[in-house]
């Protein structure tokens, strides 16, 4: 029986994320992704509470993803400054953001452009908050270890860094003929901001 109830679960995602792309969370319905996975209504509400848990729990894979960017480029396990301009780490983090890009596709279409009515609608100005906060928090830390390192960084243009990595993602997944050039363009900005971050940091 955990196979059927698994598999039941896995056809209820497939489903809900082409409903979901398909109409947007908005004008989804429940009876619809149903339909779509071959489930009874009432069955639907066995795993899922309703239909922004659904969406929850199809996006999850790319909400996971985006935390873990953020402790790991400026969480407890963030590498040391001195780490974070030389050419593997510059190599390292576009590799990290192509990944995202390329596996979690729909996926960030969902969060980014179909997300209005759900408990994710705000979910990229909540990120960028709380990213503010660990970004100063590294700042500091960063400071003790290295005197020298000017972490004197304004709230807002901390904020608008993560600003921009959603842009550019948003900006991705809407122009047309882009895919040819996501590789380019993700090195481009990757490359910005960290020659950029190493004049701020007087590094």
Known sequence: MQYLKENVEQRLLAAAREVFLRDGFARSSVRDIAAAAGVATGNLYRYYSGKDALFRAVLRPVTDAFEMMLHEHHGSSALDVSEMFSERYLRATIDEYLALFHARR???????????????????????????????????????????????????FIRMHCVWMFALFDEMLSVDGADGRVEQVIGEYVRFEIVGWRDIMQI
Request: charged share 25%.
């Open 106 to 156: 729909p996926l960030l279409q969902l969060l980014l452009q179909c997300a209005q009515g759900s408990s994710l609608e705000h979910f990229r100005r909540h990120y960028t908050l709380r990213a503010t906060l660990l970004v100063k928090d590294w700042f500091r830390k960063m400071k003790r270890r290295h005197p020298e390192v000017n972490i004197a960084v304004s709230d807002f």
